[in-house]
């Protein structure tokens, strides 16, 4: 960076930490708009498996640059140690406060628990992923495994978003110890078909035998079940073990983006307002004004008003069961000063997703606040607040579990969907069917609901 930039960077960093925040090192580094469109499209690093689905990606952040429809100011990476880019040209306030904002966001990273088991050397793995597909692609074909990946990144979303997080106990029971010899060698899921050797896949069982059930208990780790069993080759099983442990990187990003934003965006202003000039506080208003701009669904604007509700029913003492008791109307001017807010933004900071946080802080004093409501319509509130809730479970996307790897005893998947309302797409689930059929080469059978009739879909027989 910049000799200047260098400089305010230190002092923002030495604020950050006299203001309790705790972060590994940030290394900045300035770019063009073509590198940083890039690194967009890769998600934040430098080097990716090849496919054409970033080629997109990246298309579409450098045209939306190029005709001023957009700019990326800042893309930060979970590593260790954190990884910064900031976009060369942006005015020296713009990159004071994207600054301010990264720290924020790489305190968020090494505190909130949702990321505590998540790998901070993603780069290199990165890396190692892309050079095992561009591996594959000189041994076996750049169409047949460009082919692959499209049929393996359709099924990206089926993991089990929790499973960087179980810790099973002691002697529990586990598919991986039953069906893996102990002398297996430890290595890179993508490298464990080469080194280890498969299992078989399941057979038909013969009449009067009892297999052992797979998976042993329901599943929604499909796509590492597939990476498993399914009778694909070694490279091939490499590809889906890749796919899964990116998306399993990504999970807590998606999982907290209103409040690790809404953080960032706390934490720039609080760090950055004391070292305004008169002549850089319009250029602030104006940033920060586009960066909250109430269009659509905006993740800095709910998150950083949201923590500021926080902040503030916490320092006026807003909380407790003296608190909630009271009618509605006197909740909204009710105080007992105390102080706490700050300290209790680091809680939220450490403990909280998105989920958990709208869940616990979102009401309707804040509601009728901020005006996302009026008075007349305090009774759609809680209807509303659901169906936010329900729009963030799982990504968005409906929950699915593999149930049965010998479905009718013939070595057909059936997988079952948590019907909760709402009807799956039937295209784009036919479409999602088919491709686990062509992976696992037998009937694919799955359990949902249409038409509120319980219905059994299916691909392949």
Request: no cysteine.
């Amino acid at each position: 960076m910049r000799k200047e930039l260098r400089r305010w960077a230190e002092i923002l960093r030495e604020r950050a930490l006299a203001e309790g925040l705790s972060f590994p090192p940030v290394l900045f580094e300035e770019v063009g708009p073509e590198e940083m469109a890039m690194l967009a499209a890769y998600g934040g690093f430098p080097r990716r498996y090849p496919h054409w689905r970033f080629g997109s990606e990246y298309l579409r952040y450098r045209e939306t640059y190029r005709y001023g429809l957009g700019r990326i100011y800042e893309l930060v990476a979970n590593t260790y140690p954190v990884h910064a880019y900031l976009l060369k040209g942006n005015t020296l306030l713009a990159q004071k406060l994207v600054m301010a904002h990264v720290y924020a966001h790489a305190d968020f990273f090494h505190n909130n628990l949702a990321f505590k088991p998540i790998p901070k050397d993603m780069e290199a793995e990165m890396a190692h992923h892309a050079a095992f597909v561009e591996k594959a692609m000189e041994r076996h074909g750049a169409r047949s495994v460009e082919e692959f990946l499209d049929l393996a990144l359709s099924l990206e979303n089926l993991i089990d978003p929790h499973a960087p997080y179980i810790q099973r106990r002691e002697g529990e029971d586990r598919e991986e110890e039953r069906e893996r010899p102990p002398d297996r060698l430890q290595v890179r899921p993508y490298l464990d078909p080469y080194v280890n050797p498969p299992p078989a896949p399941p057979k038909e069982a013969e009449e009067g035998a009892s297999p052992i059930p797979l998976p042993p208990r329901p599943t929604r780790d499909i796509l590492g079940f597939l990476a498993r069993h399914a009778p694909l080759a070694p490279w091939q099983k490499g590809i889906l073990e890749i796919i899964r442990e990116e998306s399993l990187y990504y999970v807590p990003q998606a999982a907290t983006k209103i409040l690790n934003e809404g953080w960032a965006t706390y934490w720039h202003t609080r760090l950055l307002l004391p070292l305004l000039s008169p002549e850089e506080a319009l250029e602030f208003a104006e940033l920060q004004a586009g960066l909250l701009a109430p269009h659509g669904f905006n993740p800095y604007r709910l998150g950083y008003l949201l923590l500021k509700e926080v902040e503030e029913r916490w320092d006026k003492g807003r909380f407790g069961p003296e608190y909630e008791a009271l009618p509605l109307g006197e909740r909204l001017t009710y105080e007992r000063p105390t102080g706490l807010g700050l300290k209790q933004l680091f809680q939220v900071r450490t403990i909280h997703t998105d989920l958990s946080f709208l869940d616990s802080f979102l009401t309707p004093e804040f509601a009728l606040r901020q005006r996302l409501l009026n008075p007349e319509d305090l009774p759609r509130f809680a209807e509303a607040k659901k169906a936010l809730l329900f729009r963030l479970t799982n990504g968005g996307y409906p929950i699915v579990e593999l149930v049965d790897a010998n479905y009718g005893n013939r070595g057909e998947l059936l997988l079952e969907h948590a019907y909760e309302g709402v009807e799956l797409d039937l295209k784009k689930t036919q479409a999602v069917l088919e491709n686990l059929y062509r992976l696992w080469g037998r009937p694919v059978h799955l359990k949902t609901v249409v038409g509120e009739k319980e219905t059994l879909l299916s691909a392949g027989s």
